[in-house]
C-alpha cells in the first residue's frame, strides 16, 4: 500500500508540472505573434540592410563620410520578427495642428501633425502620430518619430523614425512595420542634426525590431 501512494504521489506531482507547463506556454503564444515571415519578405529586408550598409560606407554623402571622426562599423539590427508590424488605420487630424520639433542641435522646426496611427500591442492599444515634414529643398515627406522602453538602452537614446508614405486609400489602412525602423545621421556623428521625437509619441513597450545601437 505504501509504495501505491508513493507511485500516486509522484503522479500527481508530474501531472501538476504538465499542466503549468503547458499552461505557461500557451499564455505566451496567445500574447505573442509568432507567424514565420514570408521568404520573399525575408529576402527584400534583408537586401535593404546591406544596401544600407554599402550606401552608409560608400556613399560621399554619409555621415561616415562628412565626419572624419565618425568611424564607419556595419550597422546593428533585431533579428527580424512578425511580432513588430502592424496593419491599422491612419486617424487624420482635422484641422491639422502645426507643432514644434526641435533638433539635436537645438533648433526648432515646425511640422504638420497629420494623424495618430493606433497599435495593439498584447491588447494594449498604443498610438504614434505621423509628422509632415519639409526637406532643405522644401519638398514634403511623411515620418513616425517614436521612443520606446528600448531607447537609451538597447537603442539610440534621442529615437528612431520609420519612413511614412501617405496613399491614396479612402480607407486610411496603412502597415506599420518596425523591423524597418532605422537611426537617423546624428546617432553616427554629432554633426548632424535630427527631429527629437516629443513626448507624446513615446510608445510603452518594448519593440525589439528594427535598428540597434550602433557601436
Known sequence: MKSEGKFDSIIFILTAIFILQFGCQT?????????PL???????????RTLKDSSMRYDPHSPFNRDPKAKYSKLNYYEPGSEFI??????????KDT???????GELRRVVKLGYIELNYRN???????YKAFGSDGTPYYSIWFTDKT?????????????FVNKDD???????????????Y????????????????????EIKAGEKNFH
Open 186 to 205: 546624428c546617432a553616427y556623428s554629432a554633426k548632424f542634426t535630427c527631429p527629437i521625437p516629443r513626448e507624446e509619441d513615446y510608445v510603452d513597450f
Open 86 to 95: 502592424f496593419t491599422s488605420k491612419l486617424y487624420e487630424y482635422d484641422p
Open 124 to 130: 494594449d492599444e498604443h498610438k504614434v502620430h505621423v
Open 99 to 105: 507643432v514644434d520639433v526641435f533638433g539635436t542641435l
Open 38 to 48: 514570408d521568404e520573399n519578405y525575408l529576402t527584400e529586408l534583408l537586401n535593404e
Open 27 to 35: 499564455k505566451n503564444d496567445e500574447e505573442t505573434n509568432t507567424d
Open 170 to 184: 479612402p480607407d486610411h489602412i496603412y502597415t506599420i512595420d518596425f523591423n524597418r525602423a532605422y537611426n537617423p
Open 151 to 163: 531607447t537609451g538602452k538597447e537603442t539610440y537614446g534621442v529615437g528612431r523614425y520609420i519612413d
